[in-house]
């Protein structure tokens, strides 16, 4: 599909950088002539901000949020031997964090409906060498922290959060980062806080977390050339900062704006037989990173999926494999079946156009693009 040719991108980034460019430029100009390139001030100011933002003291910035699951677990304390559980259907980062960590990953299931961890499979994991559960707030909806909290007591286990995809997002009283005892953040370019190329984050309430990491991201070193950890090198950026700093005041009303998005998605869709949105249970917490439906038996998902982008509408597929299928991680010694849940919504899942400043003209073309798939498919099977 040409850019030409498409009337409903997946995702605009310049609806939310046109409004605020001079605000970006200035900041980028202002550690220009600083020329505190590397854990700069700015940097130190957008970690307070964010931390603050998201309910925590602390915010310590690193290099993608790969390395935030991966180095805030080794903070944590996480280590050789220690069980992670969490859930088969992620994206491949919240895996290879655990494994970067030297955790030995436990894959469960999810719910079908919301696509968030089973907390009955995952209980039926535990076992004498667990050590923490690693829920993902998917989509950008939180595993309800009230859950999250009694089972991690009951069973003594860390909390460590992948919040790569719930900037800002709220349940139960609880805003993603706060539940644990530390959680990890992407700053990727789409994500609803979106940096200019990679970046990353992990927020905690834990002071010698937070110590822990400032050291594990710079070299292992509490000063220079004393290294007292094995650590690596995973900064964030002070140009990456800068602009995330200036972005992230905006960051609620653009996150309103998605929900508001998927309410108008949800009441357009509801009239379709074989669509069902993923299920919000947070309701303005929700902060739909992306917005996804299952597509049921009598509709194929790869076929809608064709026949929307020939009308001009980009979607996506959030994941198309899941974890415990990809063939680089065969040897954990998983195998089809293993999580019929994850495995069908791989087959059914299809995510929607989904960005601040999406219009309801464009909301309305992707749901009649829907319409006229279903409409057609029904009639062929008359």
């Excluded at 039926?124 to 939180?142: D, F």
């Excluded at 922290?145 to 069973?155: I, N, S």
Aim: with cysteine.
């Amino acid at each position: 599909m040409t850019s030409a040719s498409v009337k409903v991108p997946f995702v605009d980034l310049t609806l939310q950088h046109q409004p605020i460019q001079a605000e970006i430029e200035q900041a980028i100009q202002t550690v220009l002539r600083r020329g505190d390139f590397v854990l700069g001030e700015t940097l130190a100011e957008f970690e307070s901000a964010f931390a603050a933002a998201c309910g925590v003291p602390y915010g310590i910035g690193v290099a993608c949020g790969t390395d935030a699951t991966a180095l805030g677990l080794q903070a944590c304390g996480i280590d050789t031997g220690d069980e992670v559980i969490l859930p088969a259907n992620t994206f491949i980062a919240t895996l290879i964090g655990v494994l970067r960590a030297g955790a030995t990953p436990i894959l469960v299931d999810c719910d079908p409906q919301t696509a968030l961890i089973d907390l009955a499979a995952a209980e039926a994991a535990i076992s004498p060498k667990t050590r923490a559960i690693l829920p993902v707030h998917l989509y950008g909806q939180m595993v309800s922290p009230r859950q999250l909290r009694d089972f991690a007591g009951t069973y003594n286990l860390l909390i460590f959060e992948d919040a790569a995809q719930a900037h800002l997002a709220e349940r139960e009283g609880y805003r993603a980062g706060s539940i644990g005892t530390a959680a990890a953040f992407s700053f990727y370019p789409s994500k609803n806080l979106g940096a200019f190329g990679d970046g990353g984050a992990v927020v905690t309430s834990d002071p010698e977390v937070a110590k822990k990491m400032r050291t594990l991201r710079n070299y292992g070193a509490p000063q220079k050339y004393l290294h007292t950890e094995v650590g690596t090198n995973s900064r964030l950026d002070t140009l990456q900062a800068a602009i995330l700093k200036v972005k992230l005041p905006y960051l609620a009303g653009w996150n309103r704006a998605r929900n508001e998005a998927a309410q108008r998605y949800d009441a357009l869709l509801s009239q379709y037989d074989g669509i069902t949105p993923i299920q919000n249970q947070s309701g303005a917490g929700h902060v739909y990173h992306l917005y996804t439906i299952r597509t049921l038996a009598c509709v194929s998902r790869d076929a809608l999926q064709e026949e929307l982008a020939k009308v001009g509408i980009q979607t996506g597929i959030h994941y198309p494999i899941p974890c415990h299928l990809q063939p680089a991680y065969e040897y954990l010694g998983y195998k089809a079946g293993d999580f019929p849940h994850a495995e069908a919504l791989c087959r059914e899942i299809l995510s929607l156009p989904m960005y601040p400043g999406l219009e309801e003209t464009q909301i309305s073309q992707v749901a009649a693009g829907i319409e006229s798939f279903i409409t057609r498919q029904a009639a062929a099977l008359r």
